[in-house]
T-cell receptor, first 112, second 113 residues
Framework: DQQVKQNSPSLSVQEGRISILNCDYT??????FLWYKKYPAEGPTFLIS?????DKNEDGRFTVFLNKSAKHLSLHIVPSQPGDSAVYFC???????????FGTGTRLQVFP | GAVVSQHPSRVICKSGTSVKIECRSL??????MFWYRQFPKQSLMLMAT?????????EQGVEKDKFLINHASLTLSTLTVTSAHPEDSSFYIC?????????FGSGTRLTVV
């Protein structure tokens, strides 16, 4: 049973526009959420995180939104750049554990 | 959906001992398994890539004699940290490569005392 789901395997966005990557979860015990970015042949790199006590966290072009009632989080990238083309993973951590539950990833392609 | 079961989730061991971490793909065949280590700033470092039935490919700087990887079947890959030292204390996570994407295990917190 997948507790963290990224239902869109791929997304294509024009440069300069907004990219919105979505993630849904089922476990109400998750209290910390993270987004990672992965280039080919490299490990995932941490991008941004959000605690369950917040509903928004912003870092430069990246903003993560958390809707606890819908068990949904999203990553907004604006403006999108070609260098943002990568696979993006969301991950969630249950309260009081070290576990990280990852989604299956969304491949973002930003074209000129 | 595709699941990778990783065990143990947490282990404490004495310095000098060895620890084995297992990753099993439960409903798909993972031809390739990636092993990562998480550093304090939360980026995952790729340690090695293992392919079923062949030797693992280690990233630069990763000691292959210390971090033994075995991928004997399409559903099981293991990482053994040999002669563990406190500096090996970290969070280790595996990821199985499958058609359509990657599936991660839930990680193992290793503490060497």
């Amino acid at each position: 049973d997948q507790q963290v789901k990224q239902n869109s395997p791929s997304l294509s966005v024009q440069e300069g526009r907004i990219s919105i990557l979505n993630c849904d979860y089922t476990n109400s015990m998750f209290d910390y959420f993270l987004w990672y970015k992965k280039y080919p042949a490299e490990g995932p790199t941490f991008l941004i995180s959000i605690s369950s006590i917040k509903d928004k966290n912003e870092d430069g072009r990246f903003t993560v939104f958390l809707n606890k009632s819908a068990k949904h989080l999203s990553l907004h990238i604006v403006p999108s750049q070609p260098g943002d083309s990568a696979v993006y993973f969301c991950a969630a951590s249950p309260v009081d554990t070290d576990k990280l539950i990852f989604g299956t990833g969304t491949r973002l392609q930003v074209f000129p | 959906g595709a699941v990778v079961s990783q065990h143990p989730s947490r282990v404490i061991c004495k310095s000098g001992t060895s620890v084995k971490i297992e990753c099993r793909s439960l409903d798909f065949q993972a031809t390739t398994m990636f092993w990562y280590r998480q550093f304090p700033k939360q980026s995952l470092m790729l340690m090695a890539t293992s392919n079923e039935g062949s030797k693992a490919t280690y990233e630069q700087g990763v000691e292959k004699d210390k971090f033994l990887i075995n991928h004997a079947s399409l559903t099981l890959s293991t990482l053994t940290v040999t002669s563990a030292h406190p500096e090996d204390s970290s969070f280790y996570i595996c990821s199985g490569d499958r058609v359509g994407g990657y599936t991660f295990g839930s990680g193992t917190r290793l503490t060497v005392v």
